[in-house]
């Protein structure tokens, strides 16, 4: 299974940018959908998650903000931020986990994605 991001880039602040990730190889069972984010010199910050029941949750400084939309069928997840702040200035990854034989769970990542945010 592989993660495959796109759409990260340069943006000025109030603007918009939408983050992409496909996952391709045989994969099922997903139950968890992320997105994760790390700025230089901060810890890996959970920004987002969907759920196989189409439960989110977002960090509190992107509420309101962003929205992370799922293709089940395409097993794709986005991430769509809107009103973007130089503070949301980092390496996004997507994550997804899955449930495999008895107790054991898969847990993909991304190769990140840079966005960068100008003041």
């Known amino acids: 299974v592989q993660l495959v991001e796109s759409g990260g880039g340069l943006v000025q602040a109030g603007g918009s940018l939408r983050l992409s990730c496909v996952a391709s190889?045989?994969?099922?069972?997903?139950?968890?959908m992320d997105w994760y984010r790390q700025a230089p010199g901060k810890q890996l910050e959970l920004v987002a998650i969907?759920?196989?029941?189409?439960?989110?949750n977002y960090a509190a400084s992107v509420k309101g903000r962003f929205t992370i939309p799922r293709n089940n069928s395409k097993n794709t997840v986005s991430l769509q931020m809107n009103s973007l702040k130089p503070a949301d200035t980092a390496v996004y990854s997507c994550?997804?986990?899955?449930?495999?034989?008895?107790?054991?769970?898969?847990?993909?990542w991304g190769q990140g994605t840079q966005v960068t945010v100008s003041s």
């Open positions: 190889g045989s994969i099922s069972s997903i139950y968890a």
């Open positions: 994550n997804v986990k899955n449930f495999l034989v008895g107790a054991m769970r898969g847990d993909y």
């Open positions: 969907i759920t196989s029941g189409d439960s989110t």
